[in-house]
């Protein structure tokens, strides 16, 4: 993947409701950065950020029923976050499939691109 397609993907996760406050910041920073002296360590931290951000389904499944997800989500949001982590669980997902984490995925399978 080209690196041109790669920062459209960033655009997208940005963009993203499911994207965190600080991987948007992150993201905002590579994109300022780029042709720039500091564009390979802003690089570096957008590929340690992702890497952090990136969400494993079981995790979704003991966060979907911590009281942070009641909170967040309220009771009944929570539920449904729950089942919905479960089917992904039971489908043999092994990570998340929102926007954010699928282009999380692909950007850090070709992160190569953005240290170039």
């Known amino acids: 993947m080209d690196k041109q397609t790669l920062i459209e993907k960033l655009k997208a996760i940005e963009a993203s409701p499911s994207c965190c406050a600080e991987l948007r910041v992150v993201i905002k920073d590579y994109l300022k950065a780029l042709g ?3 564009e390979n360590a802003a ?5 340690d950020e992702l890497k952090a951000d990136v969400v494993l389904v079981d995790h979704m499944v003991i966060f979907a029923r911590s009281k942070n997800a009641v909170e967040m989500f309220g009771e ?3 539920k449904k976050f729950a089942a919905h982590a479960d089917a992904l669980r039971k489908r043999g997902d092994k990570y998340c499939n929102c926007l954010a984490c699928q282009y999380g995925l692909e950007v850090l ?3 190569d691109a953005l240290l170039s």
């Open 43 to 47: 690089a570096e931290k957008l590929i």
């Open 36 to 38: 720039t002296p500091g």
């Open 109 to 111: 399978k070709y992160k």
């Open 76 to 78: 009944a949001g929570a």
